[in-house]
């Protein structure tokens, strides 16, 4: 069976989303049409599916860009380096006052461009995260930061991934990126307490953590009442805080403001011990602290 040449004139459009169609001979010269899939249904930015593609191609793509501000061999500030010690190395002693001069000028303006590598480059897709806010206040009425805080299915996105490795590496220089354009951090898990001992699991998330505000997230039965305490790190001085959480019983799932008193609005870079009082033990003590 040879389908006939217009063979593009086989793929329409509907209203509930592509119908494909493929050529079925009916006849020696005759074809009809015949549906074999209805109604796709395209995903859009918002979803958490489509903004996590968005997310690691956007890391890897500023990755490249900052790995070229980097002083190893085979990147752009090495290679303009090396330029300039060209330069600066011509002059010797036996160099006239005008070549002297010229090469100095030229010096310093080898300088200038290595200086300006920095600043092209680093904030080079910062133009892209506003573009990327400003359709989803337009569209979900909040930033993408507030829209992907993980506390429903629908708004969950793991940006703290440490598999694959692709991803990974993705999501970290994405994370980097946020932090330099907005000083500030995605909403992500960075310990998990099992509810022994005195001491949490770190995620992939506390790699090259700045500081934030800190969320308890519970799940679960807590059996009973009580408090968690952490010990915090501030992050504009480095000195510890001690954050005195009440937790309520219950089986629901709750979120609790880690502060020093309600609020307080202090960033904190590190969580270093923990301690659990009244809670049920195993699983009642468990929760995850996430920034908030």
Not at 64 to 79: C, H, M
Not at 83 to 93: H, I, M, P
Not at 121 to 146: K, M, Q
Request: hydrophobic share 35%; proline share 3%; aromatic share 14%.
């Amino acid at each position: 069976m040879v389908p006939p040449r217009n063979w593009g004139n086989f793929f329409c459009h509907s209203t509930k989303g592509m119908v494909i169609t493929i050529p079925i001979k009916t006849g020696k010269n005759n074809f009809k049409k015949k549906p074999i899939y209805r109604g796709i249904k395209m995903a859009y930015v918002y979803q958490a599916g489509v903004f996590t593609s968005i997310a690691i191609n956007v890391g890897l793509a500023d990755k490249q860009l900052q790995d070229q501000l980097r002083l190893v061999a085979g990147t752009a500030a090495s290679y303009t380096k090396t330029s300039r010690d060209f330069v600066a190395t011509s002059l010797d002693s036996s160099s006239t006052n005008a070549n002297t001069d010229a090469t100095t000028v030229l010096i310093q303006a080898f300088r200038n461009t290595e200086n300006s590598l920095n600043f092209t480059l680093n904030p080079f897709y910062s133009s892209t995260l506003t573009s990327l806010n400003d359709y989803f206040f337009s569209i979900v009425g909040a930033s993408f930061r507030d829209y992907f805080d993980s506390k429903t299915a629908a708004t969950t996105v793991n940006f703290a991934t440490t598999t694959p490795a692709t991803s990974a590496t993705g999501y970290s220089s994405f994370r980097d990126l946020y932090r330099r354009t907005y000083n500030n951090e995605l909403i992500y898990k960075l310990y998990n307490y099992n509810g022994t001992g005195t001491t949490l699991a770190s995620s992939g998330g506390t790699f090259g953590f700045a500081g934030s505000l800190l969320e308890i997230r519970k799940f679960g039965n807590s059996g009973s009442a009580g408090t968690i305490i952490l010990s915090a790190i501030r992050t504009y001085d480095n000195g510890t805080d001690t954050l005195t959480v009440p937790i309520n019983s219950g089986v629901a799932t709750t979120y609790y403001n880690a502060v020093t008193f309600p609020g307080n609005n202090t960033k904190y870079v590190r969580v270093t011990a923990v301690s659990v009082n009244g809670l049920a033990i195993g699983t009642g003590s468990t929760f995850e602290i996430w920034v908030k």
